[in-house]
């Protein structure tokens, strides 16, 4: 089985930071690779697939890097919209996400 | 504008089963596939099982074997999840999710959820 792990699980940041959340594979899994946001209560919502592309209608401060077993998710200046948990997901064998990463006020 | 829309709330007891209905509208219901994703409270989330609807084919986790039946209903472009043998560790959000076209691809749409509690 494909192992998905975030670092860090919880993040403290400030608006208008820099963010990065790292996402490994425990093996290759070239760029299929996706990236959501859940906030409370809601279901998780699409921000990057294919390791780098956006989806539609998200926000270009949202980027993501990465091939191979290592990827990162970048949010270039963190709006009070971004305060959420993220989740990485592979889909090159059936899908697995990560335990998730908290972006919480500092 | 695609729509997944499933069903409410259910309470169940231990060794039952719960039938989970997502119905799609927007779209074209034959042309992606629609997978099952469970959350359990607090946690993170797992990918249970997806079929092809066109297909009528269906895969799932390991961890469900035998406890997981996954159906659509293509005249009413309804996707069916049926979880049995329900334990209290089964208490979950369970989330539908499209994945467009046939192949292994990320989820562009998820339904709102459908809370599912196992409890004596």
Redesign the interface.
């Known amino acids: 089985?494909i192992q998905m792990t975030q670092s860090p699980s919880t993040l403290s940041a400030s608006v208008g930071d820099r963010v990065t959340i790292t996402c490994r594979a425990n093996q290759t899994i070239s760029s299929?690779l996706?990236w959501?946001q859940?906030k409370p209560g809601k279901?998780?919502?699409?921000l990057i697939?294919?390791a780098s592309s956006l989806?539609s209608g998200v926000p270009s401060r949202f980027s993501g890097s990465g091939s191979g077993t290592e990827f990162t998710l970048t949010i270039s200046s963190l709006q009070p919209d971004d305060f959420a948990t993220y989740?990485c997901?592979q889909?090159?064998?059936?899908?697995?996400?990560?335990?998730?990463t908290k972006v919480e006020i500092k | 504008q695609v729509q997944l829309v499933q069903s409410g709330a259910e309470v169940k007891k231990p060794g039952s089963s719960v039938k989970v209905s997502c119905k799609a509208s927007g779209g074209t219901f034959n042309s992606y596939t629609i997978s099952w994703v469970r959350q359990a409270p607090g946690q993170g989330l797992e990918w249970m099982g997806r079929i092809i609807p066109i297909f009528g084919t269906s895969n799932h986790a390991q961890k469900f074997q035998g406890r997981v039946t996954i159906t659509a209903d293509e005249s009413t472009s309804t996707a069916y999840m049926e979880l049995s043998s329900l334990r209290s560790e089964d208490t979950a959000v369970y989330y539908c999710a499209r994945g467009p076209g046939y192949v292994l691809t990320a989820f562009d749409y998820w339904g709102q959820g459908t809370l599912v509690t196992v409890s004596a």
Do not use: N, R, S, V
């Open positions: 089985d299929w996706a959501y859940q279901a998780p919502k699409l697939y294919k989806e989740y997901q889909y090159i064998t059936y899908w697995t996400f990560g335990q998730g």
